[in-house]
């Protein structure tokens, strides 16, 4: 069994970054050294950390490789999906299988199986999209969490006619998930209004992208939140995960419910910490398609409200746990054209896997959270929160040797010329970041150094989960 030694670095972890040296046999951690302390093992691969941090992989809960979505599919393979969250220090994703309305649940999974084994870099689990919710669907979920290692199921309060699913489908898979210990991960915009808006700004003649936020607005995020948290409540205190959360008046229902001791948790992305509904859905002005690169949903937010700045607060807060991607990117030249001249028909969704955690790096170096809830939102929290914790985030004995060296005095300049991810355009373009991921290791291999590559499509393994770690 190889052995490598980790020296030199600082661990960081949810409780502190102390000085630590990094013992892996094989594919696990085996031992965390003092300091120095590392150099009487012989060991096969030596790893100087020195002047960087080293942390957990990071865990990305939120991501739809090849999914099929918007008359297109999602551009990033398993195999290039995971290979670029790799290069972002991302050794972890769970992936959404999709079920439509109709279709056998378990069917579906074994597709999307077919999909990513033997194609992904980096370990990989899935949740279930329930787009039919029926009987038949609703039997399934038992199984699956009892033989899959699938816990959580994602419903769609949006996409009236697509994934949709009414509330008395919904209080019935919550009551499912009740039973059976499940989470509900919940997309919470009201799509019925929400179609009525839209219809309405395209007879007036408003098709270019920014539209596609005008239509979707925060008060309808925050209506769907609470009517899921009211759901769960009747449901028996359902597991309820919110989605993408982009706005302040969601954040305030889940913040609420949570006080009340509910079983409520919820993700933010990176696209709503930076980015904005003028500056970017906008982009180019009247007439421009610019705009459609940042078309998804739930959608960017006005620069002219405090959505932002109360999304960091309730990351430091923990009413926001998880910093996910929700990656489903579609190419600008031939996918999001799509939506010219018809906003609603832009294929939603961005690619972004491979820049999380340098963002929410980012936001430490800005002051706008502490290092240690970078690694608890990142890695260590959404591992608890699917079941998958201690193997995966956290740096421990007994853990994967999932493991990221991450450089904070360099730095990382975004582009489209340079990202990893199968994507003609990055909403990040140009931007300079402090920080930079050098050297990652899945399961004790090292598969990104300095830049360059040496990981091996079909090494990423698929993760069997357990049930949320959060739960009374
Ligand atoms: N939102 C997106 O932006 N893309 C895919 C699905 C979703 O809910
Ligand atoms: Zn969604
Ligand atoms: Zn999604």
């Known amino acids: 069994m190889t052995r490598t030694l980790v020296s030199g670095g600082t661990l960081v972890s949810t409780t502190g970054a102390t000085p630590t040296d990094v013992l892996i046999e094989g594919e696990t951690v085996t031992a965390l050294l003092a300091p120095g302390t590392g150099e009487e093992f012989s060991v096969d691969t030596r790893i100087d950390a020195t002047g960087c941090y080293v942390l957990p992989g990071g865990v990305d809960v939120h991501t739809h490789m090849q999914m099929p979505f918007g008359g297109t599919e999602a551009s990033d393979t398993f195999a290039t999906g995971t290979r670029a969250a790799a ?9 959404f299988a999709v079920q439509r309305t109709g279709e056998v649940v378990e069917e579906s999974l074994a597709a999307w199986h077919a999909k990513a084994e033997g194609n992904c870099a980096i370990d990989y689990g899935f949740h279930v999209i329930l787009g039919g919710v029926d009987e038949d669907s609703l039997k399934a979920m038992d199984s699956l969490v009892a033989h ?65 936020g005008l239509t979707r607005p925060a008060a309808l995020e925050g209506e769907a939140v609470n009517r899921a948290i009211a759901l769960a409540e009747v449901a028996g205190d359902t597991p309820l995960y919110v989605v993408h959360v982009s706005s302040s008046p969601a954040l305030d229902r889940i913040a609420s419910a949570r006080s009340e001791g509910r079983n409520v948790f919820a993700e933010t992305c990176p696209q709503y910490l930076y980015l904005t509904l003028e500056d970017h859905l906008g982009a180019g002005g009247p007439g421009s398609f610019e705009g459609a690169k940042y078309a998804c949903s739930t959608p960017l937010r006005s620069k002219h409200e405090p959505h932002a700045r109360d999304l960091w607060k309730g990351l430091r807060t ?35 896997v491979e820049h999380r955690m340098d963002l929410v790096h980012q936001g430490v170096v800005d002051g706008n959270l502490s290092l240690q809830r970078w690694v608890e939102t990142c890695s260590t929290t959404p591992a608890r929160m699917f079941g998958m914790y201690p193997r995966k985030g956290t740096v421990a004995p007994g853990s994967d040797a999932d493991i990221v060296i991450y450089d904070p005095a360099a730095t990382t300049t975004i582009s489209a010329q340079t990202h990893h991810m199968n994507l003609d355009h990055s909403a990040f373009e140009g931007v300079t970041l402090q920080g930079r991921v050098r050297t990652v290791l899945s399961r004790g291999r090292t598969v990104v150094d300095r830049g360059t590559w040496s990981g091996r499509e079909g090494h990423g393994r698929y993760v069997r989960r357990g049930l949320s770690q959060y739960l009374r």
């Open 87 to 95: 290069f972002g220090g991302t050794t972890t994703i769970v992936d």
């Open 148 to 212: 899959e290692g699938i816990s959580s199921f994602k419903l769609f309060m949006a996409y009236p006619g697509v994934f949709h699913s009414d509330d008395g489908q919904i209080l019935r898979a919550m009551q499912r998930a009740t039973d059976n210990g499940a989470t509900i991960m919940m997309h919470a915009e009201n799509g019925t209004a929400i179609d009525v808006l839209v219809q309405q700004a395209l007879a007036a003649g408003n098709t270019d992208p920014v539209f596609h």
């Open 318 to 352: 923990d009413d926001l746990a998880v910093v996910s991607t929700d990656h489903c990117p579609f190419c600008f030249n031939d996918q999001k054209q799509l939506g010219r001249g018809d906003f609603s028909r832009i294929p939603n969704g961005l690619g972004l």
